[in-house]
Structures are given as C-alpha cells and as structure tokens.
C-alpha cells in the first residue's frame, strides 16, 4: 500500500458532463500529479501540483483543470466530458519537487464516458 | 516535446526463460525510473537510475542506463509467473520535475 488514496474507485458519466476526481497523498508528500493512463497504453501526464500552485502540464485541453488544498490533497475536474476521455486517472504523490523523487500512485479512478 | 519509447510491446515467454525491454528517449535524461504494473492494478515503482552508464541490480533483476543518458534496459532472468505485468520506463529532463512514460512492454509468462 502506498497511502496514495483515490476516490471513487469507478465512475460511468455521458457525454457533455463534468466529473471531480479526488486524491489523498501519502503523508509527508506535498507534490501530486495527475496521469491519464488508457486501455494498453502508459500513463500520460495531465499536470503536477507543487504546494498548491500548477508546477507543470501536459499536452491536455482546459476543460481538464485541477486544484491543490492545504492538506496537499488534490481534485482533477474534466469539464465537457467525450468519449474518448474514458480511461483510468492515477494520482501520483511524491515528497518534494526534486528531480529524483520516485512516485507513489494511487489506485486510480476508471472513469466511463458513454 | 519529449516522447519515450520502448520496445517490444509484448512478449511472451516460458517460466525460467529471461526477459528484456528497451527503453529510448528522444532528449537526454537526468534520470529514469522503471515501474510495474500487475494486471488491474497501479504502477509500482521500482529503481531509478542518475549515472551515466549505471548498471543496478535486484536479485534476477537488471537495469542499466546508457553513456548518453537516453536509453535504458531492464533484463530479467529466470522469468517467473509472478513477473507477469507491465513494465515502464519513465524519464526526467534537466530542469523538469515531472515524469514521461513509455508505452510499456506487458510480459506474459507461461508456466
């Protein structure tokens, strides 16, 4: 167990609404970042959060944003939802914003968009 | 922008057969990390490598690093039914604090 906490586990929306998926980081951890990991495929980055502010994203539209709180805790918002936004979302936290800290993922959200 | 590649997709071998994936990035990397990944689960991590030419062992696991920081290897000998999973390079940039993954090499082994 890595005490990377992800909430809800699974998520079945339609097209056009909006979902919130949620992450506890591990203890001690203040860095969070977001990954979007598709059927047979790695995960790719959507953005990092470092104490509360944006540190870092990836090639993905603005209708995916997110949020840091004080307790480093973190949401992903996917506005606008389309189908080809069904795919699991892992969180990764990690202690500091040093190039050599390894990841701690969650279990990630399956999010299914119809 | 920075893309990670790794070869073979798949590969699917006998218990006790040895293993190996390749990892290539497009730009030199300050360092790379392998991750696991069991089926229905979440990446698990497993090494980083910092140095230039680094080799890294974990009892029938192998990586190394390559002299020019911008591929990597992970070897594993002796497969065994517990391997079975996805292996993942990931790669850090000078200057960036932020991970970029391959596609993976998913290992199947038969018994």
């Known amino acids: 167990e890595t005490g990377v906490t992800q909430s809800p586990t699974h998520l079945i929306k339609t097209r056009g609404q909006q979902v919130t998926l949620r992450c506890s980081s591990q203890s001690g951890h203040n860095t969070v970042s977001w990954y979007q990991q598709a059927l047979g495929q790695g995960p790719q980055f959507i953005f990092q959060y470092y104490r509360e502010e944006e540190n870092g994203r990836g090639n993905f539209p603005p209708r995916f944003s997110g949020l840091q709180f004080p307790n480093y805790s973190s949401e992903l918002n996917v506005n606008a939802l389309e189908l080809d936004d069904s795919a699991l979302y892992l969180c990764?936290?990690?202690?500091?914003?040093?190039?050599?800290?390894?990841?701690?993922f969650g279990s990630g959200t399956q999010l299914s968009v119809l | 922008g920075q893309q990670v590649m790794q070869i073979p997709q798949y590969q699917h071998v006998q218990e006790g057969e040895d293993f190996t994936t390749y990892c290539n990035s497009s730009t030199t990397l300050s360092n790379i990390q392998w991750y696991k990944q069991r089926p229905g689960g979440h990446p698990v991590f497993l090494i980083q490598l910092v140095k230039s030419g680094e080799v890294k062992k974990q009892k029938r696991l192998t990586f190394q690093f390559g002299e020019a920081k911008k591929n990597s290897s992970l070897h594993i000998t002796a497969t065994q039914t517990t391997d079975v999973g996805t292996y993942f390079c990931a790669g850090k940039r000078s200057g960036y604090s932020t991970l970029t993954f391959g596609k993976g090499t998913m290992l199947l082994v038969s018994p």
């Open positions: 990764a936290s990690s202690s500091e914003l040093a190039t050599n800290e390894k990841l701690f």
